[in-house]
């Protein structure tokens, strides 16, 4: 199969059926992407699909041939700088554990990209999807208020 | 933050097996027999039994009464019988079903009353209590009864391990933990190994909060058998499922207070009695009841206290460490104990609390005179200036109410504890110009490497970027006492300073010092501090932290459920070393208590957790969270690194008891226990 990661192409003979988490993880060894639950209720393992935030322990590997997906490696600068998203989490201290972070900021990457003058409320609906049990939220929210434009 | 971190899953090791551990189904009993498939081509697998143990079965710990793995007697739900590897998950997922496993069930014992066996028994006393109760005239005796539930610290990342069979016998563990030398003590007692042949490596960790405390011993323990059996390295990553079914919980338990009280609110007495369900082994048990019993009389000054703490078994899985450590339960109860005592007298809870509150040289239950760093008055001042208006509700099946609670939380080892434990650190300066810290202090997520290069640098001079801290493994670093406890900052990041600056005076030094220069530091508890284990009188904590918690609750008449919409929290942690650190730690920390308070709840059935996924365990999301503001109030400590104190588990203590009290407000009921669920709150209203 082949699809587009993080802007390159990948082609690669996996069977379609295993979760797309699992091929990028121990086949791609791009391991950014985490297991939180495997059920889809943490969001530790999200990443864009065509720009959409998907749970990629609920998507089967065949989906995505042909489309785009971009996981937290794909969301530094092209010159491998941190960005301006990324930038404000860690100067908001909006991550502490980090395991959710790049879920977290794949979702926050989204939502600000549907709605760059996103309140707090949408912030909240926003990373509703994405569990996060160290912060209280409070520091992320401000991380990504902080990035509206 | 960039994908880069390399958690316990994330690392890629060739030719590594996938483990497997086999639980019972059964919380009690005996395996009557164990068969294998002969259909299955066992060859293709390792399978390790307790007879595969080099060492003593046993998980090392306080008591040694857990068996790596169980032989013929089985106490509880998820234990671990048999372990297996295998090069694929298919095969490994075949593996096991063609596993069967037959018991004979005994009677099991859920129900704290019946329990036969007590892992502890402590009882603090101070005044004559027995006397206040034979001549009681003109007082109020309010007696109240407390339940709290059990709780999972629900790390993001789950339980994992990976073991390699290093040459000469050895075993290297890398895992997902909290207390390096925990695994490596337990590692050496289970597998016979000396101190040099077990190593034990800290990888990135998702998240503990007591969880990665001793469960990480189990996983390591069973990760290396596997490796040793089958030669090669063993993954053992836990899935969320067996995760929430099989790793230790908070405790939960039953409270009973019954408080004597003059009709001007001059507090008489505190008789409590705490017992806390420890599950079938006995873990930490003992020191989870001890903080719990130390914490029962809440931050008050009381002449006539008695408290009575036992922790007992069940043949739940065993319970064990989770921030807070039992502070959360026995305070949860003193709190709303306070409320309890105030609608007797008719007199506001805030006017009783500051009444009663321990001030500057005042003494505790356990005779404990505070000499310093006492900041009841001051969080109690800067929470209520910090929170927002109140205003009730002008919808009418939707009621809001307001709640506060007081408390104070021992950073530290409790009592001798860190004399015992004598933490060891060093710092290093290299020939390259830039300086190492040897610690087995783990970071997992609340900055313990931030602020240890901040002490660092700031006693040697130099910029934190000249500054690295070693990696956690204990063939490089001294072990510095379990990262628990609200001790981190205080004990191991003061002897950082400590190193830090003796090594910048051995520096400036003429002639210059050949490099590498180390200096070594180990803690050395103040001789002010007195404890007496036997009696539970003395220095039960070198100091405590503060935190006023204020709550709006808004509370749906119809549904029974409880929103959190703001929480304002003003903590008094001496010192913060990075002042966004700890308001982040405290923030999940006050989270993590109003999960406890509200929705977490852990339904049980046959010695079980029926909810054991993460689809039906719910913790608080984004839209679930309340409005934090967090105020610090500095009121600086001697003995702490610019006059820091404990802050990890102090957030847990506050929301619970404070949004029940708001839950009263808002709708006239007490609910004297936690979780507050839909159905408790409309099934309270309903009998009102």
């Known amino acids: 199969m082949r699809f587009t990661l993080n802007g390159s192409t990948v082609s690669l003979d996996v069977a379609g059926t295993r979760r797309l988490l699992d091929v990028l993880r121990e086949d791609l060894h791009v391991t950014g992407t985490k297991e939180g639950c495997g059920e889809g209720e943490c969001g530790a393992c999200s990443v864009l699909i065509d720009g959409e935030v998907v749970n990629s322990c609920l998507v089967a590997a065949g989906q995505v041939e042909g489309r785009e997906v971009v996981t937290v490696e794909g969301l530094a600068l092209p010159d491998g700088k941190l960005s301006p998203l990324q930038q404000a989490f860690v100067e908001h201290g909006a991550a502490q554990c980090g395991i959710c972070t790049p879920g977290m900021l794949l979702a926050a990457h989204t939502l600000l990209k549907e709605n760059p003058k996103a309140s707090a409320d949408d912030v909240r609906v926003g990373l509703a999807g994405n569990l996060c049990r160290c912060t209280g939220y409070t520091k992320i929210i401000d991380a990504v208020l902080a990035c509206r434009t | ?265 001059t507090l008489v007495a505190q008789d409590i009695e705490i017992v806390l369900d420890g599950g079938a082994y006995c873990t930490l048990t003992p020191v989870v009841l001890s903080r719990a019993a130390i914490h029962a009389a809440g931050p008050y000054g009381c002449p006539n206290v008695r408290i009575r703490a036992r922790a007992v078994a069940t043949n739940t899985p065993p319970n064990g460490a989770f921030r807070g450590f039992g502070a959360p339960q026995s305070l949860f109860a003193a709190e709303l104990m306070v409320e309890h005592v105030a609608e007797r007298l008719g007199v506001p809870s805030l006017d009783l609390r500051r009444k009663w509150m321990l001030r500057l040289g005042d003494t505790t239950a356990t005779g404990q005179q505070l000499t310093e760093s006492v900041s009841s008055g001051l969080v109690l001042d800067a929470a209520l200036k910090a929170a927002p208006p109140f205003h009730r509700s002008n919808v009418p099946s939707v009621r809001r109410g307001r709640g506060l609670s007081l408390v104070y939380h021992g950073s530290g080892f409790t009592g001798s504890g860190e004399k015992k434990l004598g933490g060891k650190i060093a710092v290093e300066a290299l020939p390259d110009g830039t300086f190492r810290i040897l610690t087995a202090s783990t970071e997992i997520g609340q900055g313990t490497k931030t602020i240890f290069s901040q002490l660092a640098a700031d006693a040697l001079g130099v910029g934190m970027d000249k500054v690295v801290v070693a990696p956690q493994d204990t063939s490089l670093v001294p072990d510095s006492g379990p990262t628990v406890a609200s001790r981190t900052a205080m004990i191991v990041g003061g002897l950082i300073h400590q190193a830090g600056l003796e090594l910048r005076a051995r520096l400036e030094k003429r002639p210059k010092p050949a490099l590498p220069v180390r200096v070594d530091k180990s803690y050395v508890q103040p001789d002010t501090i007195h404890w007496d284990d036997q009696t539970y009188r003395g220095d039960a904590y070198p100091v405590y932290a503060w935190a006023c918690t204020i709550v709006d609750v808004e509370v749906d008449m119809l549904t029974g459920e409880v929103r959190v919409t703001d929480l304002v929290s003003a903590v008094d942690c001496g010192k913060a070393i990075h002042p966004v650190m700890a308001e982040g730690q405290i923030e999940g920390g006050m989270l993590q208590a109003v999960g406890w308070a509200t929705i977490e709840e852990i339904k049980m059935k046959d010695g079980g957790y029926q909810n054991d996924r993460l689809a039906t365990y719910l913790i608080p999301t984004a839209l679930d969270a309340p409005r934090i503001k967090t105020v610090l109030v500095e009121n600086p400590y001697s003995g702490g690194p610019f006059g820091a104190k404990g802050i990890g588990e102090l957030p847990m203590d506050g929301p619970a008891p404070a949004i029940i009290a708001a839950i009263h407000d808002a709708t006239g009921v007490w609910l004297d226990e936690v979780p507050a669920t839909p159905e408790k709150v409309l099934a309270a209203c309903a009998s009102r």
Request: some cysteine; overall charge negative.
């Open chain 2, 1 to 265: 933050m960039t994908g880069r971190a390399r958690y316990t899953d994330d690392l890629v090791v060739p030719g590594a097996w996938y483990g497997k551990t086999v639980r019972s189904s059964i919380p009690r009993g005996r395996v009557r027999s164990i068969t294998f498939d002969p259909a299955f081509d066992w060859s293709q697998v390792v399978v390790v039994t307790a007879q595969d143990i080099p060492g003593d079965n046993v998980v090392h710990l306080i008591r040694d009464d857990q068996p790596a793995l169980a032989v013929g007697e089985i106490r509880h739900r998820e234990e671990p019988i048999l372990l297996i590897a295998a090069p694929d998950r298919e095969t490994l997922a075949a593996a096991e079903r063609a596993i069967r496993i037959e018991y004979d069930a005994l009677e099991p014992v859920f129900d704290l009353d019946r329990a036969t066996e007590t892992y502890s028994e402590i009882e603090i006393r101070k005044g004559e209590v027995e006397e206040v109760f034979k001549g009681l005239k003109d007082v109020e005796v309010v007696e109240r009864t407390f339940k709290v539930g059990l709780q999972e610290q629900l790390y993001i990342e789950p339980q994992g391990a990976i073991a390699f069979p290093e040459p000469g016998g050895g075993i290297k563990v890398i895992g997902s933990l909290q207390c390096p030398y925990y695994v490596h003590r337990a590692l050496k007692r289970a597998l016979a190994l000396t101190d040099e042949q077990a190593v034990v490596i800290q990888a990135e960790t998702g998240g503990g909060f007591g969880g990665k405390e001793e469960y990480p011993s189990i996983v390591a323990i069973h990760a290396a058998l596997l490796a040793r059996k089958a030669g090669r390295p063993v993954r053992l990553i836990y899935d969320r499922h067996e995760d929430l079914a099989a790793t230790t919980k908070r405790h939960p338990g039953v409270i009973r207070h019954r408080t004597v009280v003059r009709r001007d609110g």
